[in-house]
C-alpha cells in the first residue's frame, strides 16, 4: 500500500531560523503533492502543491517545497519562521490509479516557534 | 466562495450509540471525501465519492459505519454502533474534477467533528 512518511513529530525552533520539514513517499507511479497546514483550533488549509512542471514550488506565507522524484521526497522549507507560524504540517500526496487518485496523508509534524 | 459545511462541530455520546455527521461540500466540487482524524495523526481516508458514486471504501468499517451521498451533493456519516476509539475528529473534503487526464486533487476541508465517544 502506498504510503507517506513525515521525518519529524515535533519540531522546536526560535523565530527567524530556518525550517525543513521532510516528507517521503513509497509510490513509483504518478502523484500530486501536497502540504497542509492545521493553525491550532482551524481547519486544514492548503499551503503549497506540486502537480507537474517546475520541481520548486512556492506557496503561502514564504513556504517552498522541493519535488525529487529520485529520492521520492518532497521537503518543506522556509528561510526564516515566524511565531505565527506554529502549527500542525501535514505532507498530503495523491496516488493514480483505477482513474482516480487517492490522496494519503503523512502523521504530521507540530511546528512549536518560540518568540 | 463558501467553504465546507460541516454539522454537528462537535459531538458527545456513549458507546453503543449510533451519531451521524453533514456535510456540504464546496457547490460544483464532483468529489467528497470523509476522513477519519484520531489525536496525534494525519487524516485517514474512510471513503470517497465521486458524484454520488463510491470511489473507495476500502478503509471504511463498513461493520459499523456507513456513508452516502444520494444527489451527489450532501453526504452524511453514520456510526453505528460507536465505539470508545471512534473518538476522533471526522473532516470532510471536496474537490472538483478539472480535466480529461484525471481528478483535481487539490481538496479543500470542512472544519471537521469532533465526536468524543465515553
Known amino acids: 500500500a502506498q504510503s507517506v512518511s513525515q521525518h519529524n513529530h515535533h519540531v522546536i525552533l526560535s523565530e527567524a531560523a530556518s525550517l525543513e520539514l521532510g516528507c517521503n513517499y513509497s509510490y513509483g507511479g504518478t502523484v500530486n503533492l501536497f502540504w497542509y497546514v492545521q493553525y491550532p483550533g482551524q481547519h486544514l488549509q492548503l499551503l503549497l502543491k506540486y502537480f507537474s512542471g517546475d520541481p520548486l514550488v512556492k506557496g503561502i506565507k514564504g513556504f517552498e517545497a522541493e519535488f525529487i522524484k529520485s529520492k521520492f521526497s518532497f521537503n518543506l522549507r522556509k528561510p526564516s519562521v515566524q511565531w505565527s507560524d506554529t502549527a500542525e504540517y501535514f505532507c498530503?500526496?495523491?496516488?493514480?490509479?483505477?482513474?482516480?487518485?487517492?490522496?494519503?496523508f503523512g502523521k504530521g509534524t507540530k511546528l512549536s516557534v518560540i518568540p | 466562495e463558501a467553504g465546507v459545511a460541516q454539522s454537528p462541530r462537535y459531538k458527545i455520546i456513549e458507546k453503543r450509540q449510533s451519531v451521524a455527521f453533514w456535510c456540504n461540500p464546496i457547490?460544483?466540487?464532483?468529489?467528497l471525501y470523509w476522513y477519519q482524524q484520531i489525536l496525534g495523526q494525519g487524516p485517514k481516508l474512510l471513503i470517497q465519492f465521486q458524484n454520488n458514486g463510491v470511489v473507495d471504501d476500502s478503509q471504511l468499517p463498513k461493520d459499523r459505519f456507513s456513508a452516502e451521498r444520494l444527489k451527489g451533493v450532501d453526504s452524511t456519516l453514520k456510526i453505528q454502533p460507536a465505539k470508545l476509539e471512534d473518538s476522533a475528529v471526522y473532516l470532510c473534503?471536496?474537490?472538483?474534477?478539472?480535466?480529461?487526464?484525471?481528478?483535481?486533487?487539490?481538496?479543500?476541508f470542512g472544519q471537521g467533528t469532533r465526536l468524543t465517544v465515553v
Open positions: 457547490s460544483g466540487h464532483a468529489t
Open positions: 498530503a500526496v495523491a496516488f493514480s490509479g483505477a482513474g482516480s487518485y487517492q490522496l494519503t
Open positions: 473534503a471536496s474537490s472538483a474534477t478539472r480535466d480529461s487526464k484525471g481528478l483535481n486533487t487539490e481538496a479543500f
